[in-house]
Each structure stands twice: as C-alpha cells, then as structure tokens.
C-alpha cells in the first residue's frame, strides 16, 4: 500500500493511534531507566545523555523495522530443553523451554535490569560504596559523578536494544505497514524526549521516588525474564500496579510538602 493510499484509510489511522499509545506505554520503562542512569551524570552531560540515549533508541528501532524480515525469524525456537511447565487456566504449558533469538535477548535484558537495578537499590542505601566513592547525602539518591558518561551511553545502548526488540515485535503483531510503524515509532520517541528532562528533574527532586522507580525496574526485568520463559504476565496488570503505586506515592509526597509547608509558616 503507498503512502497516499494510507493517509486515506481510516484503518490504518485507526492501527497509528493504537500503536502510538501501545509504543508510549512500552517507553515508560525504558525512560525510566535512563532517567535512573542519566542522573548519575554531572549536571551538565545529563540532558545530553538523556538525548543520545533516546536518539539511539529511535535509531534502533528503525534500523529494525528495515530489518523486519529478519527480526520476526527471532521467534523462531533456536533450541528446545524438553522441559515444560504444569498447564494454566487455559490449557497451555505454565512455562516452556524452548528458547528462540527473542527469548534470549529478553532473558539477558532481563538478568541485566536486575542486577543494575540491585546495585543501584544498594548504593541508594549506602551512605559510601565499598571502594570510597562518595554517594550523595541525599538519602535514596545516588552520586552525580558515580558514572562516566560513556558508561551510561553503553548501558542505556544495551537496554535499549532489548526493549526495542521487544517493542517492535509487538508492533509486527499490530499491523504489516512499515510506514504506519515508522511514524509511530518517530512520535513515540519524540514524546519520550521531551518528556525526558522533566522526569529525570521530579525523580532527582524526589528522593523517595528514585527507589520506587528501581522498584520498577526490578519487576519488569523479572517480567522480561519470565517472558523469556515462555510465562507471559499481562502488561495491563504491570502498569495498572505502576500508577496505583505512583498515586500512593505522589499522595505521600503532597503530604510531606503540606507539613513543612505549615513548619514554615
């Protein structure tokens, strides 16, 4: 189908607005963790990290999409261990054990968030790390300049990958059209940057969100592993248990605010 004849189809404007929707859910935890990585960052390299990280995820993604014949062969089974899990509700297998280019990716994406996200929960509950790097004072948060700057890139380059691969592959499963995947992806993206700094500032700003927010990213490397496994968590239940979280704690946060508020007056 060519572009004009896209731009007439109400189906395909239809299929652009669910994909935009399903994309900017899906980013959420991959800004957050840049977020988390960009902040560890001197003041001044930290908008520009948040900028490279999301450049290359747009990149990324569609470098993929060029490559989308390539990329749905990764669900294809690579190997099978034989091994599979009690039936569910539905009659299919709880777990399986026949891992394709897909599950693996997801698997290492997966094993790489918990341990960032451990290391990060540790340092946020130590006043001073194991090799004398000084972490800041504020509690929950860590030091601006624990982390070189191409570091950061090279671990927000690895995450983005795995939830690039992951976010594509939901959108090959949406719609066929490259063109409507493309400019969603290109929406996606430049909602992500400009929502960026903003983020990375209210998660500095508020301490107590910062762990909250590895809290996060704990879960959803358990759930990328789990789905590596074959154990598919419905996202609506993960970031349904999100917001509900962030309401309770942006409660918390307002009501903090009220009390010194009424210490100063």
């Known amino acids: 189908m060519d572009i004009m004849a ?3 189809d109400p189906a395909a404007w239809l299929a652009l607005l669910t994909l935009i929707a399903l994309e900017v859910v899906l980013g959420v935890d991959n800004l957050i963790f840049i977020a988390i990585l960009s902040n560890k960052l ?22 993929l999409l060029m490559l989308i014949g ?40 997966g094993l790489f968030l918990l341990w960032k996200a451990t290391k990060e ?12 790097d000084l972490l800041d004072k504020t509690p929950g948060v860590a030091a601006a300049a624990t982390a070189t700057f191409g570091a950061v890139i090279a671990q927000i380059i690895a995450i983005d990958l795995v939830f690039s691969v992951d976010s594509i592959l939901t959108a090959v499963g949406m719609t066929d059209e490259v063109p409507i995947m493309v400019a969603a992806v290109v929406f996606t993206v430049g909602v992500m940057m400009v929502a960026a700094d903003p983020l990375a500032r209210f998660i500095e700003h508020n301490p107590t969100l910062v762990m909250l927010a590895l809290a ?35 409660l918390n946060i307002f009501q903090r605010r009220r009390r010194q508020r009424k210490r100063e007056a």
């Not at 539905?90 to 599950?103: K, N, V």
């Open 121 to 132: 929960i540790h340092h946020s509950m130590e006043p001073e790390d194991n090799s004398g």
């Open 42 to 63: 001197p003041p001044e390299q930290q908008s520009k990290a948040r900028r490279i990280g999301l450049a290359l995820a747009l990149v990324m993604r569609i470098g």
């Open 6 to 8: 896209l731009l007439s």
């Open 216 to 250: 996060f990213l704990v879960m959803i490397g358990l759930v990328l592993i789990a789905d590596g496994f074959g154990f598919h968590v419905p996202k609506g239940y993960i970031y349904a248990a999100m917001g509900f979280s962030v309401g309770v704690e942006m």
């Open 70 to 109: 390539w990329l749905v062969t990764l669900t294809n089974p690579l190997f099978d261990l034989g091994l599979v899990g009690s039936p569910n509700a539905y009659g299919e297998p709880s777990f399986e054990t026949a891992f394709s280019g897909r599950d693996l990716i997801l698997l290492a994406g």
